[in-house]
Structures are given as C-alpha cells and as structure tokens.
T-cell receptor, first 115, second 115 residues
C-alpha cells in the first residue's frame, strides 16, 4: 500500500524562526518520486520540489531545504528564517514509477507565520 | 507559458442539481488529472486521462460523476445529481507523461458548495 503521513496538522511560528515540516511515506516500489506542494489561501497548488528514490542528496533553494532519508522513509522540509508570506498549507506527495503518475497526498500541514 | 485554466472558480448549487467543471491543461501536456479536495484533507485522484483515453478512474463515483476529454485537450467533469458530500474543491492538473516522474501542475480549482 502507498501512503503519505504528515503528522503535524498545524504549526504556528513567529517570523524569522526556522520551521521543519515532517513527511513520512510508505511504498513497496523501489522507484518512486516525492514532491512538496504549497497551497496558499488562493487555493492553487504550487510545485516546490521533486526527488526520485535514487537521489538522497539534500537540496537547498534559498530559504527552503529538503532532507530525504530512505532509511526512515522521510522527506522533511525546512524553511529557514520564515516570513509571513510562507503562511500556507504544505502537502507532501508520492508517485510510483509506471503506475500512471497518480499523486498520493498527505493530509497537509497548515503553517502560520506571525509577524 | 500559460498555466492550467479552470472554470468556474466558484459554484453553489442545491442537492440533486447537476454541475459541470471545465479544465484546459498546459499546452502540449498529454496527461490530465481531476482531483477532489475535501476541506482539511489532501487532494484525491478522481480520474486520469492520457490524451483522450482514461488511464485510471477507479476512485470516480461513476453513478453520479462523469468526465470526458474528447479531443485530447480540454476536459469536463460533471456531477449529476449532486450530494451534500460533494462539497469540495475540484482541482485539475496536467503533466507531460505518466511515468510518475513528471511534475503535475495544478489549476486554481473550482470550489463547489452543495446546499
């Protein structure tokens, strides 16, 4: 079975704090892809990053960084020096190779960054 | 490059009425997805098209939901008759393939309220 779990339903931080959003996944496939999307109040899902199962290198993009660990089936997302504009719901998602591309989403983590 | 377009953005109907949503994917994207996102949850796939053929409709409630992509470009999702539990955001996404590696890009969604 494939499943994505985001245990943190809501997180509230003060601007400039660092925050980590957790994502744990389950899959039997050896080739799979992990994604993070941001959903601001406007509702549109905005793509942030994609990783494949063979690439465990951490990635940094500006204030965003991602930590992929196959040993713990986790793909965590850290925002450094958070800003009010980071307030949104963040979704982690999984797709398996050659299974049509369907995305399996976690429940989402609502991040609130207060000034 | 234009993104995924959806209309209408909002719709309010009474139960047992019918409703239709329209989606136009990113130009050149062969794969089109419809997801349902109930408040507080992650999106769930309803149906996936590759060109004008259905790849996966296993989660589509076929007694009331239907979808088509006749010319392999834009798509329509219909609900008839609507139930209260159909209140949700209906998201359309598109990608260039179906291997699972391709990134899905989402439209702004249609917010449906069934009274």
């Amino acid at each position: 079975a494939q499943k994505v779990t985001q245990a943190q339903t809501e997180i509230s931080v003060v601007e400039k704090e660092d925050v980590t959003l957790d994502c744990v996944y389950e899959t039997r496939d050896t080739t799979y892809y992990l994604f993070w999307y941001k959903q601001p109040p406007s509702g549109e899902l905005v793509f942030l990053i994609r990783r494949n199962s063979f690439d465990e290198q951490n990635e940094i993009s500006g204030r965003y960084s991602w930590n992929f660990q196959k040993s713990t089936s986790s793909f965590n997302f850290t925002i450094t020096a958070s800003q009010v504009v980071d307030s949104a719901v963040y979704f982690c998602a999984l797709s398996n190779y050659n299974q049509g591309g369907k995305l399996i989403f976690g429940q989402g983590t609502e991040l609130s960054v207060k000034p | 490059e234009a993104g995924v377009a959806q209309s209408p953005r909002y719709k309010i109907i009474e139960k047992r009425q019918s409703v239709a949503f329209w989606c136009n994917p990113i130009s050149g994207h062969a794969t089109l997805y419809w997801y349902q996102q109930i408040l507080g949850q992650g999106p769930k796939l309803l149906i996936q098209f590759q060109n004008n053929g259905v790849v996966d409709d296993s989660q589509l409630p076929k007694d009331r939901f239907s979808a088509e992509r006749l010319k392999g470009v834009d798509s329509t999702l219909k609900i008839q008759p609507a139930k209260l539990e159909d209140s949700a955001v209906y998201l359309c996404a598109s990608s260039s393939g179906t291997s699972g590696e391709e990134t899905q890009y989402f439209g702004p969604g249609t917010r449906l309220l069934v009274l």
